[in-house]
């Protein structure tokens, strides 16, 4: 019974994709909408209602750039580092945030799970470089400053 409150929310995903193994890639999409992340535990789970083994959801969500399987904060940053942010200064900014954002090296994600800043090849906003895009919101131009002020405007809307 624990469990089945625990999952709630996914079994209602997989009833609306009537428990088909067919519908793993919407089904994953939805379930990392949800959660943010793949948790493993909901993997295995996915894997046991479909009838499918473990290791095809795991390569699923493991093939496709679109999964993640570690926790993503509530403000996802995606840095451009493209080659016209890149020559623009995309390096100071990512170092910046990240100094601001105090995240420990080898993570992505602020210990409160309240940022994840993430590098990319290309936002397709050349014309803004460099430019940073958070979670929908593109912001063009940047200096480190203006990301940070950006940053901090989100904290001051957060109460962080």
Known sequence: MNQMRQFSKVISILES??????????????VQEEY???PEE????????LGISPARVFGVASFYSHFTLKPKGKY?????DGTA???KGSTSIIDALRKH???PAGEITTPDMLFTIEVVSCIGTCGLAPAIVINEDV???LTA?????????IQRSEGA
């Open 36 to 38: 943010r992340y793949l």
């Open 85 to 87: 942010c890149h020559v």
């Open 101 to 103: 954002l105090k995240i």
């Open 42 to 49: 909901v993997m295995v789970f996915i894997a046991t209602s």
């Open 17 to 30: 994709h009537n428990n088909s193994d067919k519908e793993l890639i919407p089904i994953l999409q939805e």
């Open 76 to 80: 996802v940053i995606k840095v451009c």
């Open 139 to 141: 912001y063009g131009l």
């Open 145 to 153: 400053e203006k990301s940070i002020e950006i940053v901090e405007e």
